[in-house]
């Protein structure tokens, strides 16, 4: 089957986000630009990590005085919720991050999850995972940090004994040598 390429140049929006409660939420990278809208899933780790590694990479540039790099302006961090139709174009398997220094902007690819993560994945070809690929400012990135923070921040609050998530029923925690948590 021919692979989807999901491509944008410095769109509307690039946000992290989550439908469903706390404990069963579905977490999305969402892209828009005008009327077109792609969403693609992922894990909620995905997303903590991926907000960690884009807050380094920008520090670092901003310390080796990339003048692209640095946010001169207030972060806009984006309350709204994901933009409707949600349609999960793929699963992300991969996550990909760069420096475009050509254009100043930072380049964030996500691949689809695939049984082989060893396939081909040439971009030209007609074969192998779905992409998503965006490239936005380092102003805008700052914002999908602090939305992404927020959005993985929001699920449920640590067992003060385990550090496991708390269920509002509380939960079996093995410091207690199995007895329920509440």
């Known amino acids: 089957m021919p692979r989807h390429r999901y491509l944008f140049d410095t769109p509307e929006r690039f946000v992290a986000g989550t439908i469903g409660e706390p404990g069963n939420r579905t977490f999305f990278l969402q892209a828009r630009d005008g009327g077109r809208i792609v969403s693609v899933a992922l ?32 972060v806009n961090d984006d309350p709204a919720p994901l933009d409707e139709p949600i349609n999960e174009a793929f699963r992300v398997g991969t996550l990909t991050l760069g420096w475009d220094t050509q254009d100043d902007l930072v380049l964030i690819e996500a691949r689809e999850e695939t049984e082989d993560q060893e396939q081909d994945e040439d971009d030209e070809s007609e074969d192998g995972p779905d992409l998503l690929r965006v490239r936005i400012t380092a102003l805008a990135t700052r914002g999908f940090v602090a939305r992404a923070v927020r959005v993985v921040a929001a699920g449920r609050p640590p067992c003060p004994l385990c550090g496991e998530p708390l269920d509002p029923q509380g939960h079996l925690c093995p410091r207690r040598n199995g007895h329920r948590l509440n």
């Open 43 to 74: 894990e909620k780790i995905q997303v903590a990590a991926l907000a960690q590694r884009l807050a380094e990479m920008l520090d670092e540039l901003e310390r080796r005085g990339i003048e692209g790099a640095a946010a001169k302006a207030t």
